[in-house]
């Protein structure tokens, strides 16, 4: 996601800020912006792209001063643009704010403001805070306290870092759901939404918490609430980590720290989509671009994210009653498709700007048909083609398997469903509150799956010498199985092929002996007791069986590889049990020595055919 930095120190911080956004590039970006503080005037330089282009930049404008703060970009709300690109001020330029986060009511108090008569100059949600401070500060409040009284208004996620040409030598900063912690150098302090920003200048650190502001000057930091402003005393912790185990959080591999990241990304797509406390799905947007008579959705995607449109079949075609056909994009732009009038064209990709992806994008534009992504990267090629995109809000993904962008997938596509089932009016309110029930609870589900690591530890330390796999899994579960055997032959390079489980007989079970293990995907479904038949079939000819499932007691007496998932409606599934495969794969390509974040002939992003 984005990237903050902040310093306060007696020397020149332009160069220290540059190179603090350097050691936060790894989080991925689309702009970079910084401010310093000088002879009472705020000096702001903001470029797109690259960090060297804000390099080339400075070097025609340079800027100098002893307090600064230096943001990294990933767009959320607006394209990527130099006035889109942090900081931003207010409407008198007194302050100026880095941002990470998402301000949920950032609509409703812009609206406000506009009504104050500030003029805004961006299209983010950022720009509400820097307007707001100075909106306080304007009404006679102090610096400290107009960003207090701000973040009182503030709904959403925010880790901020405030300056003020008023009081120089000081930073402001304030963390809500969003990481920022605070380094302690030699005569200077840092803020930064992660450590390796400073890590070079200083490992003692002190971590804010949720609600809790930092005063931060070169020779103290003072530290309060923002609910009521008491002061509070915090510790500073030491870190031993080099820069690049800070960069993975001290995970040994991106993938790793990618699968942990999902249950967050859960927890932001759908805090995306409902106000806090509140049922009501808020997508105007959907609401706007798909009318109720919609018959028929095309789905177009490739690799995982195709793997993602299957499960989205299921999903939507049971939830919103329209039929769904999936095609992978490279198929789908040499035949004639049938799009009809009362089509939508749904691009789904992590990157946007996978070829073949943007390729069948541009075909049904060109014949005037709708099309609208479900996409990671807010301005990507895909993007700019679509009337409408839903973004998944996954930050960057950097391990080439894709982890966390199928599971923001998918949490998008639930939501998608469940409005036009809505907005066709098949979804009656007691179903929609299941609905609802069930996507609140699978973050905490997610997180329980995601502890119990040991037993998927043990499958890989027996299975890694194998050469070939099948992976089964029956209806909402059989992309699942075809993304369990993806993951495993990207990274651990094992054969592996995923059938659905009633097309065992027709093929497969001739491949199967001892030297052939199967991987089942078998929660509680209609089609369950089908399944465990085919565990039997897979036994009587010496196959191994590992089986997913959240019905461990029906299959004790076949198999010893059990791992179990939470209960869960078989519908809402696909998260819960895609999970356990990823770790099963990243492990199985640990054991086997694999190059896990960069597999063999694989790239993040296919931009050409
Ligand atoms: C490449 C990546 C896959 C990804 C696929 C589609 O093959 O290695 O991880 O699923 O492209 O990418 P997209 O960005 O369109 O989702």
Redesign the pocket.
């Given at each position: 996601m984005c990237g903050i930095v902040g310093i306060v120190s007696s020397r020149d911080v332009v160069g220290v800020l540059v190179n603090g956004l350097k050691m936060l590039e790894y989080r991925g970006y689309d702009s970079a912006g910084i401010a310093a503080v000088n002879g009472g005037e705020i000096l702001i330089e903001r470029n797109i792209g690259k960090i060297a282009n804000l390099e080339d930049l400075l070097a025609k404008h340079p800027i100098s001063g002893n307090t600064g703060i230096a943001h990294t970009r990933w767009a959320t709300h607006g394209v990527p643009s130099v006035n889109n690109a942090h900081p931003h001020t207010d409407q008198s330029s007194v302050v100026c704010l880095v941002h990470n986060g998402i301000i949920e009511n950032y609509q409703v108090l812009k609206d406000k403001l506009i009504a104050e008569g500030i003029a805004f100059q961006s299209e983010t949600d950022t720009e509400v805070i820097s307007q707001l401070i100075g909106f306080y500060l304007k009404n006679g409040t102090g610096f400290e306290e107009a960003v207090r009284q701000a973040c009182c208004d503030l709904e959403g996620s925010y880790a901020l870092a405030v300056l003020s040409k008023n009081e120089t030598g000081k930073i402001v900063a304030v963390r809500n759901q969003t990481p920022l912690c605070i380094g302690l150098g030699k005569d200077e302090n840092f803020v930064a939404s992660d450590i390796t920003a400073f890590l070079e200048h200083t490992k003692e650190v002190i971590y804010l918490n949720d609600g809790e502001i930092a005063v931060v000057t070169r020779d103290d930091v003072k530290f309060r609430t923002v609910k009521d402003g008491n002061e509070l005393d915090k510790q500073a912790v030491h870190i031993s980590w080099d820069v690049e185990e800070a960069q993975k959080a001290g995970y040994p591999h991106y993938m790793l720290k990618e699968i942990n990241q999902q249950p967050l990304i859960l927890v932001d797509v759908l805090r995306g989509r409902f106000r806090v406390g509140e049922d009501e799905l808020e997508m105007p947007d959907v609401e706007e671009f798909v009318t109720p008579d919609i018959d028929h959705i095309n789905i177009v995607?490739?690799?995982?994210?195709w793997h993602a449109s299957l499960v989205g079949k299921f999903i939507i075609e049971a939830i919103a009653r329209v039929h769904v056909s999936v095609d992978y994009a490279s198929e789908f732009r040499y035949r004639s498709p049938m799009v009809d009038d009362n089509s939508i064209t749904l691009a789904?990709?992590?990157?946007?700007?996978?070829a073949d992806?943007l390729a069948a994008v541009r075909m049904v534009q060109d014949l005037g048909r709708k099309t609208m992504s479900i996409c990671n990267v807010v301005g990507s090629s895909i993007t700019r083609h679509c009337g409408l995109n839903l973004y998944t809000q996954a930050g960057p993904e950097i391990s080439?398997?894709?982890t966390k962008?199928f599971t923001s997938q998918l949490a998008t596509i639930y939501l998608l469903a469940i409005k036009i089932g809505i907005m066709r009016g098949v979804l009656d309110d007691s179903l929609f509150q299941h609905y609802l029930r069930e996507l609140r609870a699978l973050p905490r589900k997610l997180t329980s799956v995601l502890e119990n690591v040991e037993e998927l530890k043990r499958w890989a330390k027996y299975f890694q010498k194998k050469q070939n796999f099948l992976f089964l899994g029956r209806g909402v579960n059989y992309p699942v199985a075809l993304e369990g055997a993806l993951k495993l032959k990207e990274i651990s390079y094992i054969h592996a092929e995923g059938y659905p489980a009633g097309e065992m007989k027709h093929g497969p079970i001739a491949l199967i002996d001892d030297e052939f293990p199967t991987v089942i995907v078998a929660p509680a479904s209609a089609t369950f007791d089908k399944v465990k038949a085919n565990l039997e079939e897979i036994l009587a000819r010496d196959g191994d069986v590992l089986v997913i499932t959240n019905q461990p007691d029906e299959f004790r007496r076949y198999t010893p590889f059990i791992f179990t998932i939470p209960e869960v409606d078989e519908l809402f599934s696909p998260i819960l049990t895609t999970a356990p495969l990823q770790l099963f794969a990243y492990y199985t390509a640990l054991r086997r020595g694999c190059h896990i974040d960069q597999p063999r002939n694989?790239?993040?992003?296919?931009v050409v055919e």
């Amino acid at each position: 996601m984005c990237g903050i930095v902040g310093i306060v120190s007696s020397r020149d911080v332009v160069g220290v800020l540059v190179n603090g956004l350097k050691m936060l590039e790894y989080r991925g970006y689309d702009s970079a912006g910084i401010a310093a503080v000088n002879g009472g005037e705020i000096l702001i330089e903001r470029n797109i792209g690259k960090i060297a282009n804000l390099e080339d930049l400075l070097a025609k404008h340079p800027i100098s001063g002893n307090t600064g703060i230096a943001h990294t970009r990933w767009a959320t709300h607006g394209v990527p643009s130099v006035n889109n690109a942090h900081p931003h001020t207010d409407q008198s330029s007194v302050v100026c704010l880095v941002h990470n986060g998402i301000i949920e009511n950032y609509q409703v108090l812009k609206d406000k403001l506009i009504a104050e008569g500030i003029a805004f100059q961006s299209e983010t949600d950022t720009e509400v805070i820097s307007q707001l401070i100075g909106f306080y500060l304007k009404n006679g409040t102090g610096f400290e306290e107009a960003v207090r009284q701000a973040c009182c208004d503030l709904e959403g996620s925010y880790a901020l870092a405030v300056l003020s040409k008023n009081e120089t030598g000081k930073i402001v900063a304030v963390r809500n759901q969003t990481p920022l912690c605070i380094g302690l150098g030699k005569d200077e302090n840092f803020v930064a939404s992660d450590i390796t920003a400073f890590l070079e200048h200083t490992k003692e650190v002190i971590y804010l918490n949720d609600g809790e502001i930092a005063v931060v000057t070169r020779d103290d930091v003072k530290f309060r609430t923002v609910k009521d402003g008491n002061e509070l005393d915090k510790q500073a912790v030491h870190i031993s980590w080099d820069v690049e185990e800070a960069q993975k959080a001290g995970y040994p591999h991106y993938m790793l720290k990618e699968i942990n990241q999902q249950p967050l990304i859960l927890v932001d797509v759908l805090r995306g989509r409902f106000r806090v406390g509140e049922d009501e799905l808020e997508m105007p947007d959907v609401e706007e671009f798909v009318t109720p008579d919609i018959d028929h959705i095309n789905i177009v995607a490739c690799g995982t994210s195709w793997h993602a449109s299957l499960v989205g079949k299921f999903i939507i075609e049971a939830i919103a009653r329209v039929h769904v056909s999936v095609d992978y994009a490279s198929e789908f732009r040499y035949r004639s498709p049938m799009v009809d009038d009362n089509s939508i064209t749904l691009a789904i990709t992590q990157s946007g700007e996978t070829a073949d992806t943007l390729a069948a994008v541009r075909m049904v534009q060109d014949l005037g048909r709708k099309t609208m992504s479900i996409c990671n990267v807010v301005g990507s090629s895909i993007t700019r083609h679509c009337g409408l995109n839903l973004y998944t809000q996954a930050g960057p993904e950097i391990s080439v398997a894709s982890t966390k962008a199928f599971t923001s997938q998918l949490a998008t596509i639930y939501l998608l469903a469940i409005k036009i089932g809505i907005m066709r009016g098949v979804l009656d309110d007691s179903l929609f509150q299941h609905y609802l029930r069930e996507l609140r609870a699978l973050p905490r589900k997610l997180t329980s799956v995601l502890e119990n690591v040991e037993e998927l530890k043990r499958w890989a330390k027996y299975f890694q010498k194998k050469q070939n796999f099948l992976f089964l899994g029956r209806g909402v579960n059989y992309p699942v199985a075809l993304e369990g055997a993806l993951k495993l032959k990207e990274i651990s390079y094992i054969h592996a092929e995923g059938y659905p489980a009633g097309e065992m007989k027709h093929g497969p079970i001739a491949l199967i002996d001892d030297e052939f293990p199967t991987v089942i995907v078998a929660p509680a479904s209609a089609t369950f007791d089908k399944v465990k038949a085919n565990l039997e079939e897979i036994l009587a000819r010496d196959g191994d069986v590992l089986v997913i499932t959240n019905q461990p007691d029906e299959f004790r007496r076949y198999t010893p590889f059990i791992f179990t998932i939470p209960e869960v409606d078989e519908l809402f599934s696909p998260i819960l049990t895609t999970a356990p495969l990823q770790l099963f794969a990243y492990y199985t390509a640990l054991r086997r020595g694999c190059h896990i974040d960069q597999p063999r002939n694989l790239a993040k992003s296919v931009v050409v055919e």
